[in-house]
C-alpha cells in the first residue's frame, strides 16, 4: 500500500510537472483531493524539493509553485514577484491586474452565491445549489472593448496584443477570437484574499462599482462585461 501510495503521488507530481496544471477533474487530481493519505504523501515529496501545491475550491485547475522560504532564497532577498519571475514586464502585470478584476472578481460572487449567469437574482433557493464550476460562471472580456478602454493606458494595440500573447502562454487567459476567457491559472496563482482588498479599495473601485450596478438594473449578468477608462495599478504590489 505504502508503494502504491507514494507511486500514485510520483507520478502525479511528475504530470503536474511537466504539464504545469492540471483540471480538478483528472483522475489523479481527483483521487489526491479524496485520499487523505495520498494527498499528505504528494505534500511531504513537494515539500523536499521546495515545491508546494496550489489550487481553491473556486477554480477548475490545481498546480505548483515554490515554498515561502525557497523562493526567497531562489528569487532573492527582495522577494521578486511573479511578473519578474515569469519576464512579465511592467504593462503586462497592469493588464493582469485589470483582467483577473473583470473577470475572477464577478466570477467568485457568482460562486459564492451559488447563481449560474442565467439564473434570476432573486433566486431563494440559490445557497443550496453546489457550488458551480469557474467555466460555467466566468465572465466573458471583449478584446475590442478592452482595446478602447485601456488601450492607451497599457501601451496602446501593439502592446496590449503582445502582454496578451504572454498572458496567454503562462496560462492567465484563453483566447477565442475577439474574447477574453479565465485561463487555468488566473485563480489559482494570484492570490484573492491579498489583492481582491487592493482592488476593490484602489484604483479599479469605481470601474466594478459602475459594473456592478449596470448589470443588477438589468438584473442578467451580460455576456461581455463592459470595462470603463481608468488607470489601471502598476504593479500586483
Known amino acids: 500500500m505504502m508503494t502504491n501510495t507514494a507511486d500514485e503521488a510520483a507520478h502525479l507530481i511528475a504530470e503536474l510537472l511537466t504539464r504545469k496544471y492540471l483540471p ?21 515529496r513537494l515539500a ?5 501545491w496550489m489550487d481553491n475550491v473556486y477554480a477548475d485547475h490545481v498546480t505548483l509553485t515554490l515554498l515561502p522560504a525557497p523562493a526567497t532564497r531562489v528569487l532573492g532577498e527582495a522577494g521578486l514577484d511573479a511578473n519578474n519571475n515569469l519576464d512579465l514586464p511592467r504593462d ?12 475572477v472578481l464577478p466570477k467568485r460572487e457568482r460562486q459564492a452565491s451559488r447563481v449560474a449567469p442565467e439564473v434570476p437574482q432573486n433566486d431563494m433557493f440559490a445557497g443550496a445549489k453546489p457550488l458551480p464550476t469557474a467555466r460555467s460562471v466566468s465572465p466573458v472580456l471583449s478584446y475590442k472593448a478592452l482595446l478602447e478602454d485601456y488601450g492607451n493606458q497599457l501601451g496602446k ?21 475577439d474574447d477574453i476567457l479565465e485561463g487555468p491559472l488566473l485563480d489559482v496563482l494570484l492570490d484573492y484574499d491579498v489583492l481582491a482588498p487592493r482592488i476593490l479599495n484602489g484604483a479599479l473601485a469605481d470601474v466594478l462599482t459602475r459594473e456592478q450596478a449596470q448589470r443588477d438594473q438589468a438584473n442578467t449578468p451580460a455576456a461581455h462585461i463592459p470595462v470603463a477608462p481608468t488607470t489601471p495599478a502598476a504593479d500586483t504590489n
Not at 503586462?92 to 473577470?103: D, H, T
Open 48 to 52: 523536499q524539493v521546495g515545491l508546494r
Open 92 to 103: 503586462a502585470v497592469s493588464l493582469l491586474v485589470v483582467v483577473w478584476s473583470l473577470i
Open 24 to 44: 480538478r477533474t483528472h483522475p489523479r487530481v481527483k483521487q489526491a483531493l479524496a485520499d487523505a493519505e495520498l494527498f499528505l504523501a504528494v505534500e511531504q
Open 157 to 177: 494595440k501593439t502592446r496590449l496584443d503582445t502582454n496578451l500573447k504572454l498572458l496567454e502562454r503562462h496560462g492567465f487567459i484563453a483566447r477565442k477570437q
